[in-house]
């Protein structure tokens, strides 16, 4: 309530008025801390540089029967070796067929996804960016690349991607990987924007 000084008891010209302003409090919204991430790669983001690409007008150039055939030919054994088991064989020949010249989209995210399984999370994210450089719209390449960045910590990066996979190429077997990072991101988002209110009402407090 709003009193006028000339109706307060006692007042004198002068006089010193003691004023007790009470804030109301606001309660604080409860957010429980981010749980640990156990999936996360140790040294995921520290892991080698990559496999060569092609470079230049290579990447795009016109390939002849022959080399058609050999590119064919090379992911053949690559997909063989991989059936056997030989990850880091079939990863030879497959970097063999993309050095053919003008590998396509699904090529090169079939490379990212093998490099994915052989825990190259960093390789595997370089690979998946080179084939959306060919084919924005590769959804394997989107998918291939969000999963590598859940493991490397970077939820946000992992998140967008597999929002755009699966808005390209609905798959269900990242569903539940892409409900966790939904969540896990907006937790973070919640807490970051919870600190920030706390150093704001520290600052005015000042």
Same mark, same amino acid.
């Given at each position: 309530?709003?009193?006028?000084?000339?109706?307060?008891?006692?007042?004198?010209?002068?006089?010193?008025?003691?004023?007790?302003?009470?804030?109301?409090?606001?309660?604080?919204?409860?957010?429980?801390?981010?749980?640990?991430?156990?999936?996360?790669?140790?040294?995921?983001?520290?892991?080698?540089?990559?496999?060569?690409?092609?470079?230049?007008?290579?990447?795009?150039?016109?390939?002849?029967?022959?080399?058609?055939?050999?590119?064919?030919?090379?992911?053949?054994?690559?997909?063989?070796?991989?059936? &056997?088991?030989?990850?880091?064989?079939?990863?030879?020949?497959?970097?063999?067929?993309?050095?053919?010249?003008?590998?396509?989209?699904?090529?090169?995210?079939?490379?990212?996804?093998?490099?994915?399984k052989m825990k190259k999370a960093?390789?595997?994210?370089?690979?998946?960016?080179?084939?959306?450089?060919?084919?924005?719209?590769?959804?394997?390449?989107?998918?291939?690349?969000?999963?590598?960045?859940?493991?490397?910590?970077?939820?946000?990066?992992? *998140?967008? &991607?597999?929002?755009?996979?699966? *808005?390209?190429?609905?798959?269900?077997?990242?569903? &539940?990987?892409?409900?966790?990072?939904?969540?896990?991101v907006a937790k973070i988002t919640?807490?970051?924007?919870?600190?920030?209110?706390?150093?704001?009402?520290?600052? &005015?407090?000042?």
């Amino acid at each position: 309530d709003i009193t006028k000084l000339a109706d307060c008891e006692g007042l004198e010209n002068n006089g010193t008025v003691l004023l007790h302003v009470e804030q109301p409090k606001v309660e604080e919204k409860v957010i429980e801390p981010l749980s640990d991430d156990e999936e996360i790669w140790a040294g995921a983001a520290d892991d080698d540089a990559g496999e060569p690409m092609p470079e230049g007008e290579a990447m795009n150039k016109e390939l002849t029967d022959e080399q058609m055939d050999l590119r064919n030919r090379l992911q053949g054994e690559s997909a063989e070796l991989l059936e &056997d088991g030989d990850k880091a064989a079939a990863l030879a020949k497959l970097t063999e067929a993309i050095m053919v010249g003008a590998p396509t989209a699904m090529m090169i995210s079939k490379r990212a996804e093998l490099l994915m399984k052989m825990k190259k999370a960093k390789a595997a994210a370089k690979d998946a960016t080179a084939a959306l450089a060919v084919n924005p719209d590769s959804g394997k390449a989107y998918r291939v690349r969000g999963r590598v960045r859940r493991y490397m910590g970077d939820y946000g990066g992992a *998140k967008e &991607d597999l929002d755009s996979a699966q *808005k390209i190429d609905f798959d269900d077997s990242v569903s &539940d990987m892409h409900a966790y990072l939904t969540k896990r991101v907006a937790k973070i988002t919640a807490l970051a924007g919870l600190e920030e209110k706390r150093a704001q009402v520290e600052a &005015d407090m000042c």
